[in-house]
């Protein structure tokens, strides 16, 4: 048995090593969220008392009262500016996540940046999360290919998709779609790229309440 092996269960690893673990851990982990990357759907997630529903339509949706908060969603967008989600508080927030690589991506592109001139006088707030584009400008060149006028928080590693917890109506897949409400609770999810018609339906119930 080498010394190694012999070393106690115990021992507090070096600050080196501390850090080379968490680093290996959170790069699993957004590994894992990307492996599903471009599909048309997903699991329901989480595990245990979600507090949330599946439709038949694959949307899935919390009543009012059962909402989890979004996580802290900020940082550098993908034309180098700062945006904070929370500052749209008071709005609902349509979350978008999405890359240029992705085909599902280019999809709907067009038609969530109708449905987002169609209802932003409405108090509807569109926000991008763009990840595993390796250049920005990659992420730049989509918006001005099919005319994306909403920002999206640059986030090519998926560190903030990270920060949604495990059992909330968090995104597993890219594209995957969230609405979040006017007090910044998400309430409705989908795992599938979506038609202008169905995006519509999605927001609806969430825009009918007061």
């Given at each position: 048995?080498?010394?190694?092996?012999?070393?106690?269960?115990?021992?507090?690893?070096?600050?080196?090593?501390?850090?080379?673990?968490?680093?290996?851990?959170?790069?699993?982990?957004?590994?894992?969220?990307?492996?599903?990357?471009?599909?048309?759907?997903?699991?329901?997630?989480?595990?245990?008392?979600?507090?949330?529903?599946?439709?038949?339509?694959?949307?899935?949706?919390?009543?009012?009262?059962?909402?989890?908060?979004?996580?802290?969603?900020?940082?550098?967008?993908?034309?180098?500016?700062?945006?904070?989600?929370?500052?749209?508080?008071?709005?609902?927030?349509?979350?978008?996540?999405?890359?240029?690589?992705?085909?599902?991506?280019?999809?709907?592109?067009?038609?969530?940046?109708?449905?987002?001139?169609?209802?932003?006088?409405?108090?509807?707030q569109f926000v991008g999360i763009n990840t595993?584009?390796?250049?920005?400008?990659?992420?730049?060149?989509?918006?001005?290919?099919?005319?994306?006028?909403?920002?999206?928080?640059?986030?090519?590693?998926?560190?903030?998709?990270?920060?949604?917890?495990?059992?909330?109506?968090?995104?597993?897949?890219?594209?995957?779609?969230?609405?979040?409400?006017?007090?910044?609770?998400?309430?409705?999810?989908?795992?599938?790229?979506?038609?202008?018609?169905?995006?519509?339906?999605?927001?609806?119930?969430?825009?009918?309440?007061?």
């Amino acid at each position: 048995m080498s010394a190694a092996s012999r070393a106690p269960l115990c021992s507090t690893p070096s600050i080196r090593s501390r850090r080379a673990a968490l680093t290996t851990a959170a790069g699993t982990a957004v590994a894992a969220l990307l492996l599903s990357a471009c599909t048309s759907g997903g699991t329901a997630g989480g595990g245990g008392d979600t507090n949330f529903v599946m439709g038949k339509d694959g949307i899935s949706t919390a009543e009012k009262g059962e909402r989890a908060a979004a996580p802290d969603l900020s940082g550098d967008t993908v034309d180098g500016k700062q945006l904070d989600v929370a500052d749209y508080k008071g709005k609902i927030v349509v979350l978008n996540v999405w890359g240029s690589w992705c085909s599902p991506c280019r999809a709907e592109a067009p038609g969530f940046q109708k449905v987002y001139q169609d209802l932003q006088a409405d108090g509807v707030q569109f926000v991008g999360i763009n990840t595993r584009d390796t250049k920005a400008a990659n992420a730049v060149a989509f918006d001005k290919q099919f005319g994306v006028t909403y920002p999206s928080l640059y986030d090519p590693t998926g560190q903030l998709m990270l920060r949604f917890k495990k059992g909330t109506l968090n995104p597993q897949a890219i594209p995957s779609t969230l609405v979040i409400d006017r007090e910044g609770k998400i309430a409705a999810r989908s795992l599938a790229a979506l038609s202008e018609e169905r995006l519509r339906k999605m927001i609806a119930p969430v825009l009918a309440e007061k």
